[in-house]
């Protein structure tokens, strides 16, 4: 165990070689940074008492590092920082994949899981020290920032699964007159996760709907979740033996999604390899060029792999391959992704939970205690956290809405969420020009057109063409949940670790979704 005096770090920033290393801290922090695993994990400056553990666990592979998720002690995956009383931080990060830091009592601790790596550490201003921090991981991970971001817009927070060609040719007819450079079909084209092939909503096929996209002069984006599988499709049939397994020769989980069980797959098998080349060219042949790749945290899950090299090592080398494959002319967006295994490999990443027509739930955030699900206020939260990646990447914090009906967003929160758009550069929405007003269609063009001078003046405030922004709504978590609602919580958590009762909410969730689109 290497230790560095925090005497060390005081005027200058530093960076060592170690496996493990170590700062005694000269008194005592306010608050701990803890950087969440995965794009939906938790990213966030909290006290410095532990948070409850997520429930239910078997969503645990989407929302935190499983093998992370149980200790005692705070700890964040590759990086950590501490807050003292006068405003300055001490960051510990990790300039590699498969490292993680926490704080023990007095103690900032990095941590590799492969060998001795490089280590960043640095004492001072918050936005300096994460600048420095970003400017060295871009040194050795590459910085992939493309000249200009398009303008998405995105079938899922409109329609969720409840997409068809029909429905969104009539849509493409609508939206024709908004600057949109993207057109990118989410969720709910595909046979099975595990089988990318287009389902009977999808007649004319798959090309068929990137001609018709490209007929309207924009790009064609596709959504799709390569590493993962369910045991219904046809690629877990035909090719059990491609599936991460532990030690003992189970299979690895990968959570449980789509009212299924879901399963990853070892990238680092050769046939593994060539399937997902396979797949990229073939989507690439369709017409599909920006490429939304999702659930992508199953290529580093903890597994017995065909090669025996860390878990975030392999990932990192599957999205290589990714990349290439697809083509450096593709445009790639990764989501559910690990963080700094994709820093240098795709052209943006997704830096938060999926946002949503609420601001937060109450069995989501008092009953389960979860700020990493779906929601708006737990989409900015974790986002504003990651600003510091922007150098290196296009980071994207989810779409915007501007439509009323449907939402039960407050005109103050849907403003929030385009601030935050312009504040990342990157800007999407799902809304329909059906469901819009005449003002609000206005709206959503002079978003989509805008290109306002953003300045950061504090942590969470931000001053966007003129106008004051502040984010201060979202920050805070939620109380833990005490008493009547602890108990009501756990016995929520247990029900949902039960397959049955997550088959039925399924089965409800689908009601719901079935009722939002009758509105069109
Ligand atoms: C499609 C969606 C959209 C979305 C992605 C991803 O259960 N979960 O916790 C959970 C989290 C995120 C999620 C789905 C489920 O959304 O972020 O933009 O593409 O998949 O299914």
């Not at 690895?252 to 390899?273: I, K, M, Q």
């Amino acid at each position: 165990m290497t230790k560095i005096p925090f005497s060390e770090v005081l005027e200058k920033s530093k960076i060592v070689k170690a496996k493990e290393l170590q700062i005694e801290l000269p008194s005592q922090p306010v608050r701990y940074y803890r950087h969440g695993w995965q794009s939906w994990s938790l990213a966030a400056w909290t006290d410095t008492s532990p948070i409850p553990i997520p429930k239910p666990a078997i969503f645990h592979p989407l929302q935190v590092d499983v093998e992370q998720v149980y200790k005692k002690y705070l700890n964040g995956s590759w990086l950590g920082a501490v807050e003292f009383s006068d405003g300055n931080i001490l960051l510990l990060g990790a300039l590699a994949t498969d490292a993680n830091v926490s704080l023990v009592q007095d103690q900032l601790t990095g941590q590799s899981d492969a060998d001795e790596i490089e280590w960043f550490i640095a004492y001072g201003q918050e936005n300096v020290v994460f600048e420095e921090y970003a400017e060295q991981l871009g040194r050795r991970l590459g910085k992939t920032k493309k000249n200009g971001v398009p303008r998405v817009w995105c079938s899922w927070y409109s329609l969720y699964q409840a997409i068809n060609e029909t429905l969104l040719d009539k849509i493409f007819n609508e939206i024709d007159d908004l600057p949109f450079d993207v057109l990118q079909i989410d969720d709910g084209w595909q046979m099975d996760i595990g089988d990318w092939e287009a389902n009977q909503k999808f007649p004319s096929g798959m090309k068929a709907l990137a001609d018709r996209i490209k007929s309207t002069g924009r790009r064609a984006g596709l959504w799709l979740a390569p590493l993962i599988a369910t045991k219904s499709s046809r690629l877990f049939h035909e090719h059990p033996n491609w599936f991460l397994q532990k030690e003992d020769g189970r299979l690895v989980s990968a959570g449980f999604n789509w009212g299924e069980r879901l399963y990853a797959l070892d990238t680092t098998h050769p046939d593994v390899t060539s399937w997902l080349v396979a797949l990229m060219k073939r989507i690439r042949g369709w017409g599909f060029d920006y490429l939304k790749l999702d659930f992508l945290y199953g290529g580093a899950l903890k597994g017995k792999r065909y090669k025996d090299i860390p878990r975030e090592a392999a990932y990192r080398e599957c999205l290589q391959t990714l990349r290439e494959a697809m083509g450096a002319d593709a445009f790639f967006l990764t989501c559910g992704t690990p963080i700094l295994p994709a820093i240098g490999v795709c052209d943006a990443i997704r830096i938060g939970p999926d946002v949503a027509y609420y601001w937060e739930r109450f069995h989501d955030a008092y009953l389960l205690y979860n700020p990493t699900v779906p929601g708006t206020r737990n989409a900015i939260r974790t986002t504003l956290h990651r600003l510091w990646l922007k150098p290196l990447l296009h980071i994207d914090p989810d779409v915007a809405y501007f439509e009323t009906s449907g939402n039960l967003l407050s005109h103050a929160q849907k403003i929030l969420l385009q601030d935050l758009a312009h504040i990342c550069d990157f800007k999407a929405t799902s809304d329909l020009p059906q469901w819009m007003t005449k003002e609000e269609h206005d709206e959503l063009r002079s978003f989509l057109d805008d290109k306002p001078k953003v300045t950061q003046t504090g942590r969470y405030t931000f001053s966007v063409n003129g106008h004051f922004a502040d984010f201060n709504s979202a920050i805070e978590l939620p109380h833990i949940p005490k008493g009547l609602t602890a108990l009501g919580g756990r016995l929520l958590g247990w029900l949902g670790n039960r397959y049955i009762i997550l088959r039925m909410y399924k089965i409800l969730d689908l009601g719901k979704l079935r009722k939002r689109r009758a509105i069109l």
